[in-house]
């Protein structure tokens, strides 16, 4: 059974940090790119950043800020996520879809993606 599970979001101050975690069973994370993505109040899920056996890929509006990474014995992905933003408040959802070998940047494309997490909250305080 293919499962995806998120945690680390909570509550955070602008300019501050987290780190999301997820979880990945089922599937083999070498021929998978794992994907976070959010959903803000009102607005549509977006691709913040995508993880491959040998690439990554990062929205504008993260770079230089978030940073993913994954660890293959532990079967989890990591989003370390600096200098918060009220604008990066939402749920995050990470996803997996498998790795065909096109380029990174096509990792956006949500509906590639079969197999979700339940999402975990990220709130920036005031």
């Known amino acids: 059974q293919i499962q995806l599970v998120e945690s680390g979001g909570g509550l955070a101050q602008p300019g501050g940090s987290l780190r999301l975690s997820c979880a990945v069973s089922?599937?083999?994370?070498?021929?998978?790119?794992i994907t976070w993505f959010r959903q803000a109040p009102g607005k549509e899920r977006e691709a913040v950043s995508c993880s491959s056996s040998s690439d990554t890929y990062y929205a504008d509006s993260v770079k230089g800020r978030f940073t993913i990474s994954r660890d293959n014995a532990k079967k989890t992905v990591y989003l370390q996520m600096n200098g918060l933003k009220p604008e990066d408040t939402g749920v995050y959802y990470c996803?997996?879809?498998?790795?065909?070998?096109?380029?990174?940047?096509?990792?956006?494309?949500?509906?590639?993606?079969?197999?979700w997490g339940q999402g975990t909250q990220v709130s920036l305080s005031s």
């Open positions: 996803a997996a879809t498998p790795n065909l070998l096109r380029p990174i940047g096509e990792c956006v494309r949500i509906n590639d993606y079969r197999t």
């Open positions: 089922g599937i083999k994370m070498d021929f998978n790119i």
